[in-house]
Nanobody, 122 residues
C-alpha cells in the first residue's frame, strides 16, 4: 500500500520561499512519475508540477518560473521548491504518483497523504 508523507509547509510572507518534501513508501519510487497537487478551500485539487522517472519536469502555468520539482530516488522523496510565493499559492499541498495518458496526467493513488498546509500572507 502506498504511503505518502508530506512536510515542509508553513506560514510565509508574500515573496518568501518554502521547500516541501514528500516521502513515499510502498511503491518502486524510481520508476514512478511523481506530482505535486494543491487544493485551496472550496476549490478542486490541481496538479502544479510533476517529474518523470527520468527527471523531466513539467509545471502549471501559474507556478512556472517560481516552483521547482526534484526527486531523490535514494531517499524515495520528491521535493517542491517554492519561491516568490504569492497569496494565491495558499493551499494544502499533496504529492502522489502520477501517470500520463497523452497530455493528461492523473494521480495514480487510492488514498492521499495528509498534505501540508502552505499559507502565504500579503
Amino acid at each position: 500500500q502506498v504511503q505518502l508523507v508530506e512536510s515542509g509547509g508553513g506560514l510565509v510572507q508574500a515573496g518568501g520561499s518554502l521547500r516541501l518534501s514528500c516521502a513515499a513508501s510502498g511503491i518502486i519510487f524510481s520508476i514512478n512519475a511523481m506530482g505535486w497537487y494543491r487544493q485551496a478551500p472550496g476549490k478542486q485539487r490541481d496538479l502544479v508540477a510533476h517529474i518523470t522517472s527520468d527527471a523531466v519536469t513539467y509545471y502549471a502555468d501559474s507556478v512556472k518560473g517560481r516552483f521547482a520539482i526534484s526527486r531523490d530516488n535514494a531517499k524515495n522523496t520528491v521535493y517542491l521548491q517554492m519561491n516568490s510565493l504569492k497569496p494565491e499559492d495558499t493551499a494544502v499541498y499533496y504529492c502522489a504518483p502520477v501517470r500520463a495518458f497523452g497530455s493528461t496526467v492523473l494521480p495514480n493513488v487510492k488514498s492521499w497523504g495528509q498534505g501540508t498546509q502552505v499559507t502565504v500572507s500579503s
